[in-house]
């Protein structure tokens, strides 16, 4: 796996789940080892490309005893960590700012955590100035579990 640089734009492949979970372990580790590292992290990509996976590697780091599932319907799992918490929303169903208002999504962007969105793509309206893009993109050319994960610094 690629070793990532904070603030560099990378793009990986990954023919597994696994590599996909060891990206974002990378990713975390990355982030964590600068004291400027933006705390919000926005996932775009289709339905099942992994954007999960990279936050269960993502919060292994952080949280390691968290059981990372999709949070569709709950739209928000914060797990606890040393020494930040990860507040995992999934913004599949979110289509206004009114409904993002409801869920309290601006009181997490003032917590002391990392914000990891997944449907990004959905609110680009509350983005905030400084994020690191992660897109997943399936190679629907190939009958494996072939990805192309882009990471890409924005504001930094």
Request: glycine share 6%; hydrophobic share 35%; proline share 4%.
């Amino acid at each position: 796996m690629q070793k990532i640089e904070y603030g560099k734009a990378a793009s990986i492949h990954s023919s597994s789940a696994f590599e996909t979970e060891e990206l974002g372990k990378e990713c975390a580790l990355s982030l964590l080892s600068s004291k400027n590292a933006p705390r919000f992290v926005a996932l775009y990509g289709d339905l099942g490309v992994g954007k999960t996976a990279f936050i269960r590697g993502f919060t292994s780091v952080i949280s390691p005893d968290s059981k990372v599932k999709s949070p569709t319907f709950a739209i928000v799992h914060e797990y606890k960590g040393k020494p930040l918490s990860i507040f995992h929303f999934d913004m599949y169903r979110i289509t206004n700012e009114d409904e993002l208002w409801s869920i309290g999504f601006y009181d997490y962007l003032d917590r002391n955590g990392i914000c990891l969105v997944e449907w990004s793509e959905n609110i680009p309206f509350a983005l905030p100035d400084r994020y690191l893009r992660v897109e997943i993109i399936k190679d629907n050319e190939s009958n494996t579990d072939s990805r192309l994960i882009t990471l890409s610094p924005i504001g930094y």
